[in-house]
């Protein structure tokens, strides 16, 4: 291309012959420098959120202490209850924030904000968007995590160096909760749609293992529980965070891989397909 | 409104009411969502499933896990519930819809909407708290016939910080942001540190303290007594006077500043 | 200043058809049963003041959508720029500037950072995005706003806002869609001014409207849609030369009396090209002489309420093409 204006997307887009053409410009970069810039006013409201866990960690682990007792952990050790609980709760955390900024969010900027159609209206493509979106809910999430296992160490609750993985692991969850958030809300319609979100997301904060055993349940439950994508998070960081490392961890691992591509994938067409029509 | 020029009455509150009803038509789904849906997976998880671990582990509580925690879920859903009742929509009648400005223009007077906007949270509060009720006697969360006072005294409670809220909803003119710090550092914690999951005296000091101020406590602290009884008639009108205080002073304030805000 | 005046001659080489930026046959949109773009044919050369004009439905937004890459045509030929919407997408967009008949600001940003990030969506380098930012809010008279929240600033400073960002990356086609609606007259007049700039820098400008007056001060050249297809094209002036008479009678009659008078004055016009057209509130005159018109009405013994005579519009055009009014 010889004219004057230089198009910038061509060269990077390129790089992505694999891709149909338009979806990416290999500038997704950017939609997270517009995050930052909004967020750099809010960030009280980012801050904030890194609290909720703690609380329940603060709450649960020390009140139900005498109540509960020990807990058997992965390899059959004994936890003190905010042991047993501090992992999930990070795993937890890690799906409920991915969700909130991936749903509500999400929802927000592409029915009244209009922000996905402006974006889409220069040389970005719907993978630019999705990828950005989805890279900054990781970053937040990031943060997050990072500050929750500080706290674990400070409170000695970790048990080996393997709990430095869980930082790496609850991105990798939130990455997959994300992605799969973003392609649900691309079906949404109108507000109250996002109601259902809180229909998936709450049974499985509340039965997925994070306050006890799944051996409490009948045996269809746990099967059903076990098939979860929080219960997956939940034991792949009960397990870095006790240092008891076995294969099943690469199933876990592998489930939320598949689950984030599916969620990308998914997004993205239907990111073309909806506001690119 | 056909007598256009009677002074406004009590009935008027009504019409308060009954507007809420109707846009509370449109959203049953959601209503369902936080009456029905969300009180089964907290009595099931936290209190059937937890109960067991509890229950298993020598329950010095002196009665199931689950009839110990159900009256005090019942309660904090109350507040939970009302606190956004009164947040969101009152601050959307301010500024989103105005739709407060809208009945300002009618012969209603800012205390009249202002009472009738929490007399729909009351209502709502009350049906919510029946149903939670149904689903704790359900699955065996009720011991005796005085826990239905449960659902009074949940009403109360959540009213007794639904007015301060209301309150700050009038004042607030940002677009409420604020409201999600309430919730993320008052209501949240509130829920988790005022003896909803276990007796207070389990928490070290400073947490004991956070519990006896806030309302919360107070409310299943007679939630519980009237669930499973141990509790002295001092220690009633104790907590009573208590929430009544956080009700009254809430109200005056937000009567208050709905005139102020209206009068603009 | 903003505008890519010194442009115009260079890009001759790079495309087949370099004169004719856009360049459709047949160009055709639907949505499942309903075709709201009925196989038109548009050509705009470089520099061209180009405007669809049409009720609201006349199927302007949905080729203006097409033209800027962000709809796929359902059948026809379309070219931009010399290039292939379909493949070519991302490539062509970067050269386009577009302002959607909503605002799609950022509401979260200010109105600098609006121009920053969306300078960034083009991949523009933040040192380049610097002056160019400066320049464009003098251009939009919005160098005082500069930090404040997009939310507050008046339907005018929005639309203004829009239009800048829409320059950020120098486009060689600004496509506007229904630019000036639901603004007050003063906000228009403000914006027709900053748009005849561009124009006069020589920027190719392609706007869909309903309003004749914006498309009479804006456009070279238009065309007149109506159900998806077009009806008429020419310059303003062709149009109405072509489609009405120079002057137009308008008599207000009391209610319910229109038509009758209508039926009595038909029959004094001159000659064939003359006509009476009867709306709910008034009875129109394609007359060469207004005035004279008039005088023959009164002498008839029609006496009509109020009455006035002025040019001929777009307005009239339109109604004499569709026998329909421009904004019903």
Not at chain 3, 169 to 177: G, Q, V
Not at chain 3, 254 to 277: T, V
């Amino acid at each position: 291309m010889s004219a004057p204006t230089i198009a910038p997307g061509a060269r990077a887009s390129a790089t992505f012959r694999i891709l149909p053409p338009g979806m990416y410009a290999g500038r997704s970069h950017v939609v997270l420098e517009r995050a930052f810039k909004v967020y750099r006013r809010g960030w009280m409201l980012i801050f904030s959120g890194f609290f909720e866990p703690l609380f329940y960690l603060f709450s649960l682990g020390t009140g139900l202490h005498n109540l509960v007792g020990t807990v058997t952990g992965p390899g059959g050790h004994e936890l003190s209850y905010t042991a047993f609980i501090a992992p999930a709760l990070l795993a937890s955390s890690a799906m409920n924030g991915a969700i909130y900024d991936s749903t509500m969010n999400v929802f927000f900027k592409m029915k009244y904000g209009k922000l996905y159609d402006a974006m889409l209206a220069t040389s970005l493509g719907p993978l630019d968007v999705a990828v950005g979106e989805i890279g900054w809910a990781l970053i937040r999430g990031g943060l997050y995590s990072a500050g929750f296992m500080i706290v674990m160490v400070a409170m000695g609750i970790t048990a080996s160096w393997w709990a430095a993985a869980m930082l790496p692991a609850a991105l990798l969850i939130a990455f997959a909760f994300g992605a799969v958030g973003m392609a649900v809300t691309t079906y949404m319609k109108t507000f109250q749609d996002l109601d259902m979100v809180q229909v998936a997301v709450l049974p499985m904060f509340l039965f997925s293992g994070t306050f006890y055993n799944l051996h409490v349940y009948p045996t269809w439950l746990r099967i059903v529980v076990q098939c979860l994508p929080l219960n997956h998070g939940i034991e792949l960081l009960r397990a870095l965070n006790a240092g008891v490392l076995d294969w099943s961890m690469l199933g876990h691992v592998a489930y939320f891989a598949v689950m984030a591509a599916l969620g990308v994938a998914v997004t993205a067409k239907r990111l073309d397909k909806l506001l690119l029509r | 409104m056909s007598a256009v020029a009677a002074p406004a009455s009590r009935s008027h509150l009504w019409q308060v009411v009954e507007y809420q009803l109707y846009v509370g038509r449109r959203i049953w789904r959601s209503m369902f969502i936080v009456g029905v849906f969300t009180p089964l997976a907290y009595v099931l998880s936290l209190g059937i499933g937890l109960g067991t671990v509890v229950n298993n582990h020598g329950n010095s509580l002196g009665v199931p896990y689950l009839v110990y925690v159900a009256p005090a879920f019942l309660t904090a859903a109350a507040l939970q519930i009302a606190a956004a009742d009164a947040a969101y929509p009152i601050m959307a009648g301010f500024k989103w819809i105005r739709t407060f400005h809208g009945m300002a223009a009618t012969p209603l007077t800012p205390a009249q909407i202002c009472d009738g906007q929490l007399m729909w949270v009351a209502l709502r509060i009350f049906a919510n708290s029946v149903v939670y009720l149904a689903i704790m006697a359900a699955f065996g969360g009720t011991e005796r016939w005085w826990v239905v006072l449960c659902v009074p005294i949940a009403t109360l409670t959540a009213m007794a910080f639904a007015a301060p809220v209301a309150a700050i909803a009038a004042i607030m003119e940002n677009e409420g942001n604020g409201f999600n710090m309430l919730f993320r550092f008052i209501v949240t914690p509130m829920f988790l540190f005022s003896g909803t999951f276990y007796p207070v005296s389990e928490l070290p000091e400073w947490g004991r303290w956070l519990a006896y101020i806030s309302p919360l406590w107070h409310g299943t602290e007679l939630a519980r007594g009237s669930a499973i009884g141990h509790i002295g008639g001092l220690a009633v009108l104790g907590h009573l006077a208590y929430l009544l205080l956080w009700f009254v002073v809430g109200l005056v304030v937000a009567r208050w500043r709905f005139g102020v805000r209206l009068s603009k | 200043m903003v505008a890519p005046s010194s442009r115009a001659v260079a890009d001759v080489t790079s495309s087949p058809a370099p004169d004719l930026l856009i360049e459709a046959h047949g160009l055709t949109k639907t949505f499942g049963d309903f075709t709201a773009v009925d196989g038109i044919d548009v050509a705009v050369p470089r520099g061209e003041a180009f405007g669809f004009l049409g009720p609201n439905g006349a199927g302007k937004s949905s080729t203006m959508r097409m033209i800027a890459c962000v709809a796929p045509i359902t059948s026809g030929s379309l070219r931009i720029l010399g290039m292939d919407p379909v493949s070519q997408g991302p490539r062509i967009r970067a050269r386009l500037g577009v302002v959607p008949q909503q605002d799609t600001l950022d509401l979260e940003l200010t109105v600098r950072e609006n121009l920053y990030i969306y300078g960034r969506y083009f991949g523009m380098s933040r040192a380049a995005l610097r002056p160019k930012i400066d320049d464009l809010l003098d251009f939009a008279q919005l160098t005082e706003r500069a930090d404040a929240k997009v939310e507050p600033l008046s339907g005018g400073m929005k639309r203004r806002l829009t239009i800048a960002r829409s320059l950020i990356n120098d486009p060689d086609i600004l496509l506007l869609d229904e630019p000036t609606t639901g603004l007050d007259p003063q906000a228009r007049h403000v914006l027709w001014d900053r748009l005849y700039r561009l124009k006069q820098q020589g920027v190719t400008l392609v706007l869909t409207t309903h309003y004749m007056d914006e498309a009479e001060q804006l456009c070279d050249r238009l065309v007149v849609m109506d159900a998806g297809r077009i009806v008429a094209e020419g310059s303003p002036q062709q149009l109405i030369v072509a489609h009405s008479t120079r002057e137009v009678a308008e008599l207000r009659f009391a209610p319910g009396e229109n038509a009758a008078a209508a039926e009595r004055i038909g029959g004094l016009l001159d000659d064939a090209r003359e006509r009476a057209e009867v709306l709910p509130d008034r009875v129109l005159l394609y007359v060469a002489d207004g005035e004279r018109a008039l005088a023959r009405a009164h002498e008839a013994g029609l006496s009509p309420i109020s009455s006035l005579v002025r040019r001929s519009t777009l307005e009239d055009v339109f109604l004499r093409l569709t026998g329909r009014s421009l904004i019903d």
